[in-house]
């Protein structure tokens, strides 16, 4: 099985997918806990791949999004975005409605203390 083949296999059987550099328990770079921090503090059921575990993937990843940086966020097979676009998201309110319209369980009220400490 190719690192391609592995990646659409993850990001179709998981509604919330972060590839990120570390774990969602223990993250190794600060873009990474960041995103992170974001779902668990929302309390998002999402799998975590550590890219740094396999040089395959790692790579793989960019190429499957075409996008250069790690982490990335796939909610429902379809990629959202990395660490900025994530941050950004959230303080919008675009995460929620993204999560609500993929019927993706998450702590409202959560989310609105994120937005709340960043006003």
């Not at 997918?17 to 969602?24: A, N, P, R, S």
């Not at 793989?60 to 190429?63: A, Y």
């Not at 959230?90 to 929620?96: A, K």
């Not at 609500?100 to 203390?113: C, S």
């Given at each position: 099985?190719?690192?391609?083949d592995?990646?659409?296999?993850?990001?179709?059987?998981n509604?919330?997918?972060?590839?990120?550099?570390?774990?969602?328990?223990m993250?190794?770079?600060?873009?990474?806990?960041?995103?992170?921090?974001?779902?668990?503090?929302?309390?998002?059921?999402?799998?975590?791949v550590?890219?740094l575990?396999?040089?395959?993937i790692?790579q793989?990843?960019?190429?499957y999004s075409?996008?250069p940086?790690?982490?990335?966020?796939?909610?429902?097979?379809e990629?959202?975005?990395?660490?900025d676009?994530?941050t950004?998201m959230?303080?919008?309110?675009?995460?929620?409605t993204?999560?609500?319209?993929?019927?993706?369980?998450?702590?409202?009220?959560?989310?609105?203390?994120i937005r709340?400490?960043?006003a």
């Open positions: 099985m190719t690192a391609s592995k990646i659409k296999e993850t990001v179709t059987a509604d919330v997918v972060l590839f990120m550099k570390g774990t969602k328990t993250p190794q770079c600060g873009f990474s806990s960041r995103v992170a921090g974001v779902l668990n503090f929302m309390g998002v059921d999402y799998a975590d550590n890219v575990a396999d040089d395959d790692r793989g990843i960019k190429d075409d996008w940086t790690i982490p990335q966020l796939y909610v429902k097979g990629f959202v975005g990395g660490c676009i994530v950004e959230t303080l919008s309110g675009e995460l929620d993204m999560f609500a319209e993929n019927q993706i369980d998450f702590d409202k009220a959560a989310a609105e203390k709340e400490a960043n």
